[in-house]
């Protein structure tokens, strides 16, 4: 099956600071979705990017399909940022059926 | 409902006993995902339906695991015989359009223990 990686696994940022978090995988896809599941367990929704470049505030992300990663931005962090950012990625002929990476674990610090 | 809901939110049993989790999705959503999430993994999927039928349960583990959607909304994943390595958040997700593309929206999940 498909394969995802994404780097760091872990981040540890001061307010305000600004990162990117990488996702690779491995083979064509059709959908990508990027999540944050905050301290309760919740996935929030954060981006559905196949391809291009998307902004939601303080949030972007970018997924360069042929060459197979996208990238997510967080700029300004703020200490409710805190948490793991999955990437999960689906297969043409799958159904949407994702396969997540093994997440980035962000703790923002005051 | 506005988001998917899952129930119970927590389930304790013991090993050896049935235990059955429940998913209520978004309405209208005709395709429905089961995960599973471990402490510390990402989530991994178990089962997916397109309507009523099971188009897809490459992902459950073994026979003890089935799981059911019997008029093409709420499912309900069932285990038998449960197991100490059952324990994990069971998370429920579903897709609006009917083609094979869409983004997917997750519920809140139902933690299991198993003593």
């Known amino acids: 099956g498909i394969q995802v990686e994404q780097s760091p696994p872990d981040l540890i940022l001061q307010e305000g600071a600004n990162s990117t978090l990488r996702c690779n995988f491995s083979?064509?896809?059709?959908?990508l979705q990027w999540f944050h599941q905050n301290p309760w367990g919740q996935l929030i929704n954060l981006f559905y990017?196949?391809?291009g470049t998307k902004q939601n505030g303080r949030l972007s992300a970018t997924t360069v399909a042929t060459e197979r990663y996208s990238l997510l931005y967080i700029s300004s962090s703020q200490t409710t940022d805190s948490g793991v950012y999955f990437c999960?990625?689906?297969?043409?002929?799958?159904?949407?059926?994702?396969?997540f990476g093994t997440g980035t674990r962000l703790q923002v610090t005051l | 409902g506005a988001g998917v809901s899952q129930t119970p939110s927590n389930k304790v049993t013991e090993k050896g006993k049935y235990v059955e989790l429940r998913c209520d999705p978004i309405?209208?959503?005709?395709?429905l995902y089961w995960y599973r999430q471990s402490l510390g993994q990402g989530p991994e999927f178990l089962i997916y339906?397109?309507?009523?039928?099971?188009?897809?349960d490459s992902g459950l583990p073994n026979d003890r695991f089935f799981a059911v959607r019997p008029e093409g909304s709420v499912s309900t994943l069932k285990i038998q015989r449960t197991e100490r390595g059952d324990s994990a958040v069971y998370l429920c997700?579903?897709?609006?359009?009917?083609?094979?593309?869409?983004?997917?929206?997750f519920g809140e999940g139902s933690r299991l223990t198993v003593l």
């Open positions: 083979d064509s896809v059709n959908n």
């Open positions: 990017i196949p391809s």
């Open positions: 999960a990625v689906a297969q043409a002929g799958t159904a949407s059926k994702l396969t």
């Open positions: 309405s209208g959503h005709t395709a």
């Open positions: 997700a579903s897709r609006g359009q009917a083609a094979g593309t869409g983004e997917l929206f």
């Open positions: 339906f397109q309507g009523t039928g099971a188009a897809d």
